[in-house]
């Protein structure tokens, strides 16, 4: 046995913060690793040591092997635990670590060189007989096979894949797909497969030692998606047949013995009525482990100590039972109501559910960037069965606030208390282009119960503040009953409203108020009302028509125009990234470019204009 007990955390975020409770747990030291944007970092301040690995770009420290590395002698570290995302799945990083005397908490090199690509791990899946979808040569796509999809070999979280429907778009697709892939994880490497349309994704946890054994700990359903990044998961996996799930848990296993894989890992799977096709293996822990750990009672960053250190699981196969039903719910830093594009900003306060656990690094007083990923945090319920724990979701999300920033959490409420959400009906194509989800695609109405919340805190405020309700009326008489508070707020729409309470101090909804109104949160859902001010004068928002603008918060990848050019509608003026995702930014009419405002590599704002595209007379 390789006995450890000092583990540094090549890692950020909530998965650091996880992995420091865990080494408490073990009574090991743990120790952090920050750039110079997360220097006031939650897990910098939490874990028992913490050393800088800037001053290169944020993003690029967590990548940084050598920097890590020199971290790890310079702290003492005895392990590397390396998270989710950034070199989880590198290969190299597992090897180098390894090389300098040090325990990898993961599988081995070799191991990852094998399942932790998804172009090795297929074939290891087609020789021991698990299905497969068809896969096709880059420069010979059959004409009949589209859709098709475009995906990077190396790595993970949607991150360099493109569902392409027609031949015209594979160039374009496959181009894009290599840019990400290359920036995401270093390596351009692509497969094409046949696109199943409508299927589920569902995804086996595993995990096994160096003694031979290995095990599952059931399933979870993550089908919730967009862009092929997930958004709500659960488990067990709703609806699936005996069969299917026997077919799922065998093959996970078989997989694993196979390859000699050890400590923890996931095999995803396309579910498809009573077929299923293996996806990829993720040779790291997931982003939703904790939907395992509540239905099976097993602490995941636990044994990955234990099987690190050389140790036998501590149980069989046949120890373990599901348990109820689980939820985990992404809290995201970005506008649902507008693509889903990455938002950045800073806190002002940060409410969090106390009836459910949250794994998270988000609080009040912080300023959030594109220059991560956009997830903020993750809250997760446990229930005795589905429903149950699906109330329990509503129950945590209504108790969930988040003020300064646009986030996803009022969308996760709406969805989660849907009737297809409900009825286990999404797959992972529907929210990204099911008609079915577009009462989702749009902000909703200010609801009266966010309106009358509101006016209560305003009335609240300026009491504290004036000694009397903002209104008038004096809110109390000399031997009769108080006088009735009034109180007039205009919503982000415009519309006025007038509210009377003969009291203040009805239901209270978390609220943060400013000179000029209040900001409340309902159902998870922040919304701004106002003090109405004839005086003020309402300009109209937004950019002209003529004005192409950033959607996100970014860099410029590339410009493709120069002022003076023709375009036609749907041409391509350049491309803005964000979190490695990329957005094409597209010419609204047939016209000429009469002014370009960013260069490649600039930083841009949101809503920042980039280009102007004066009409033709016929346009």
Same mark, same amino acid.
């Given at each position: 046995?390789?006995? #450890?007990? %000092?583990?540094?955390?090549?890692?950020?975020?909530?998965?650091?913060?996880?992995?420091?409770?865990?080494?408490?747990?073990?009574?090991?030291?743990?120790?952090?690793?920050?750039?110079?944007?997360?220097?006031?970092?939650?897990?910098?301040?939490?874990? !028992?040591?913490?050393?800088?690995?800037?001053?290169?770009?944020?993003?690029?420290?967590?990548?940084?092997?050598?920097?890590?590395?020199?971290?790890?002698?310079? %702290?003492?570290?005895?392990?590397?635990?390396?998270?989710?995302?950034?070199?989880?799945?590198?290969?190299?990083?597992?090897?180098?670590?390894?090389?300098?005397?040090?325990? #990898?908490?993961?599988?081995?090199?070799?191991?990852?060189?094998?399942?932790?690509?998804?172009?090795?791990?297929?074939?290891?899946?087609?020789?021991?007989?698990?299905?497969?979808?068809?896969?096709?040569?880059?420069?010979?796509?059959?004409?009949?096979?589209?859709?098709?999809?475009?995906?990077?070999?190396?790595?993970?979280?949607?991150?360099?894949?493109?569902?392409?429907?027609?031949?015209?778009?594979?160039?374009?697709?496959?181009?894009?797909?290599?840019?990400?892939?290359?920036? +995401?994880?270093?390596?351009?490497?692509?497969?094409?497969?046949?696109?199943?349309?409508?299927?589920?994704?569902?995804?086996?946890?595993?995990?096994?030692?160096?003694?031979?054994?290995?095990?599952?700990?059931?399933?979870?359903?993550?089908?919730?998606?967009?862009?092929?990044?997930?958004?709500?998961?659960? !488990?067990?996996?709703?609806?699936?047949?005996?069969?299917?799930?026997?077919?799922?848990?065998?093959?996970?296993?078989?997989?694993?013995?196979?390859?000699?894989?050890?400590?923890?890992?996931?095999?995803? #799977?396309?579910?498809?009525? &009573?077929?299923?096709?293996?996806?990829?293996?993720?040779?790291?822990?997931?982003?939703?482990?904790?939907?395992?750990?509540?239905?099976?009672?097993?602490?995941?960053?636990?044994?990955?100590?234990?099987?690190?250190?050389? !140790?036998?699981?501590?149980?069989?196969?046949?120890?373990?039972?599901?348990?109820?039903?689980?939820?985990?719910?992404?809290?995201? +830093?970005?506008?649902?109501?507008?693509? #889903?594009?990455?938002?950045?900003g800073h806190t002002r306060e940060v409410v969090w559910p106390r009836r459910a656990r949250v794994d998270a690094a988000l609080r009040g007083d912080q300023e959030v960037s594109t220059a991560y990923d956009p997830m903020l945090g993750k809250i997760i319920v446990h229930g005795p069965n589905r429903e149950a724990a699906r109330a329990a979701m509503l129950d945590a999300l209504d108790h969930t606030a988040i003020f300064g920033l646009t986030t996803n959490t009022g969308f996760l409420r709406r969805l989660v208390a849907s009737d297809t959400y409900r009825d286990a009906a999404i797959h992972t194509a529907w929210l990204d282009g099911d008609p079915a989800a577009q009462e989702f695609a749009s902000r909703p109405g200010v609801p009266a119960e966010a309106g009358v919340a509101a006016a209560r805190?305003?009335?609240?405020?300026?009491?504290?503040?004036?000694?009397?309700?903002? !209104?008038?009326?004096?809110?109390?008489?000399?031997?009769?009953?108080?006088?009735?508070?009034?109180?007039?707020?205009?919503?982000?729409?415009?519309?006025?409203?007038?509210?009377?309470?003969?009291?203040?101090?009805?239901?209270?909804?978390?609220?943060?108020?400013?000179? &000029?109104?209040?900001?409340?949160?309902?159902?998870?859902?922040?919304?701004?009302?106002?003090?109405?001010?004839?005086?003020?004068?309402?300009?109209?928002?937004?950019?002209?028509?003529?004005?192409?603008?950033?959607?996100?918060?970014?860099?410029?990848?590339?410009?493709?125009?120069?002022?003076?050019?023709?375009?036609?509608?749907?041409?391509?003026?350049?491309?803005?990234?964000?979190?490695?995702?990329?957005?094409?930014?597209?010419?609204?009419?047939?016209?000429?470019?009469?002014?370009?405002?960013?260069?490649?590599?600039?930083?841009?704002?949101?809503?920042?204009?980039?280009?102007?595209?004066?009409?033709?007379?016929?346009?």
């Amino acid at each position: 046995m390789t006995q #450890f007990s %000092s583990v540094l955390i090549a890692n950020r975020g909530e998965i650091a913060r996880r992995i420091i409770r865990a080494c408490r747990r073990a009574e090991f030291r743990s120790i952090a690793v920050y750039s110079d944007a997360d220097r006031d970092a939650l897990h910098v301040r939490e874990a !028992g040591v913490s050393l800088h690995i800037g001053p290169t770009p944020a993003l690029e420290s967590y990548l940084n092997i050598d920097a890590i590395l020199d971290a790890a002698e310079r %702290s003492g570290a005895e392990a590397i635990h390396p998270g989710y995302g950034f070199l989880s799945e590198r290969s190299e990083f597992a090897r180098r670590v390894t090389e300098a005397g040090l325990v #990898f908490i993961g599988p081995t090199a070799d191991v990852m060189d094998v399942m932790g690509r998804k172009d090795r791990a297929r074939e290891v899946a087609e020789k021991v007989g698990v299905p497969v979808t068809p896969r096709f040569d880059p420069a010979d796509v059959p004409a009949g096979a589209y859709p098709v999809i475009v995906k990077a070999a190396a790595g993970g979280g949607g991150k360099g894949m493109r569902i392409v429907r027609s031949a015209d778009a594979l160039e374009e697709a496959i181009a894009s797909a290599r840019r990400e892939a290359a920036s +995401a994880f270093g390596d351009d490497t692509l497969l094409i497969e046949k696109y199943i349309e409508s299927g589920r994704h569902v995804e086996v946890q595993v995990i096994a030692d160096e003694h031979g054994n290995v095990v599952h700990l059931f399933e979870r359903d993550c089908s919730v998606q967009r862009r092929h990044q997930k958004v709500l998961e659960e !488990g067990p996996a709703p609806g699936l047949s005996a069969v299917v799930r026997q077919t799922l848990l065998s093959s996970s296993v078989a997989l694993c013995r196979e390859v000699g894989y050890t400590n923890a890992g996931t095999v995803e #799977f396309l579910v498809l009525g &009573d077929d299923a096709y293996f996806l990829e293996m993720n040779t790291r822990l997931q982003v939703e482990h904790p939907v395992t750990e509540l239905i099976t009672g097993r602490d995941l960053v636990q044994l990955q100590f234990v099987v690190a250190a050389g !140790g036998q699981l501590p149980f069989t196969q046949d120890d373990i039972a599901c348990s109820g039903h689980a939820f985990e719910a992404r809290v995201y +830093a970005e506008d649902p109501y507008a693509g #889903f594009l990455p938002q950045a900003g800073h806190t002002r306060e940060v409410v969090w559910p106390r009836r459910a656990r949250v794994d998270a690094a988000l609080r009040g007083d912080q300023e959030v960037s594109t220059a991560y990923d956009p997830m903020l945090g993750k809250i997760i319920v446990h229930g005795p069965n589905r429903e149950a724990a699906r109330a329990a979701m509503l129950d945590a999300l209504d108790h969930t606030a988040i003020f300064g920033l646009t986030t996803n959490t009022g969308f996760l409420r709406r969805l989660v208390a849907s009737d297809t959400y409900r009825d286990a009906a999404i797959h992972t194509a529907w929210l990204d282009g099911d008609p079915a989800a577009q009462e989702f695609a749009s902000r909703p109405g200010v609801p009266a119960e966010a309106g009358v919340a509101a006016a209560r805190a305003w009335a609240r405020h300026r009491i504290v503040e004036d000694g009397q309700p903002y !209104g008038g009326g004096d809110g109390w008489r000399m031997g009769g009953e108080p006088a009735p508070v009034h109180i007039s707020l205009v919503d982000e729409n415009g519309e006025q409203s007038d509210y009377e309470f003969d009291r203040v101090d009805g239901v209270e909804v978390p609220a943060v108020v400013d000179p &000029d109104g209040v900001t409340v949160a309902y159902e998870g859902q922040t919304w701004h009302f106002t003090a109405p001010d004839p005086m003020r004068a309402r300009a109209a928002s937004g950019p002209a028509e003529a004005e192409v603008v950033s959607p996100m918060p970014g860099t410029v990848l590339s410009v493709s125009v120069a002022e003076g050019d023709l375009v036609a509608h749907g041409d391509i003026l350049g491309v803005v990234e964000a979190m490695k995702m990329e957005l094409a930014l597209k010419a609204p009419y047939d016209g000429a470019v009469s002014r370009v405002g960013a260069a490649t590599g600039d930083q841009v704002g949101l809503g920042q204009v980039l280009f102007v595209v004066d009409p033709t007379e016929e346009s």
